[in-house]
């Protein structure tokens, strides 16, 4: 397994589970309407860190167990193979966006008292949490492209 491959899995994994953890957690709130700004704030801010704490430390772990010939091996072949992936990753996130706008308005349509007294905060909500189900559904996806990719490989 390439240096680049295993940054992948490590990256792959950790996004997948956080990022899973906090949109089930907040479906589940809102779905019993427990949902408060508070609880989504400190479980973003929560998910954040551990993600980044755990992606800096297995690329650490990753480049201490690699040797320094191998993370310095870059070749054309595998540049092109990230660049396919953040093709992939760009079209799902264009996706997502398109679909979750579409969305947006024909829910504004059907429900406008969403947009009622309380100005925006339901839908500014909705649309900030839709935003980052994008981001880290096409981050998913690139590095499940790649690692598809440079296993065909090699």
Known sequence: MSFREKLSWGVL????????????RLGLKAADGLLTQNMVVWTLAGCGVVGAALQIGLAILTSVKTSKAERAVVDEHEQGMELRASQAAFLTMAFVLGGLA???YFQALRHPELLG????????LLAANGVLFALVLAEIVRHATLITLLRRVG
């Not at 007294?117 to 500014?124: G, L, R, S, V, Y």
């Open 13 to 24: 994994l950790t996004t997948s589970a956080l990022w899973s953890f906090y949109f089930v």
């Open 117 to 124: 007294a309380e100005a925006f905060a339901p839908a500014m």
């Open 102 to 104: 579409t969305f947006a």
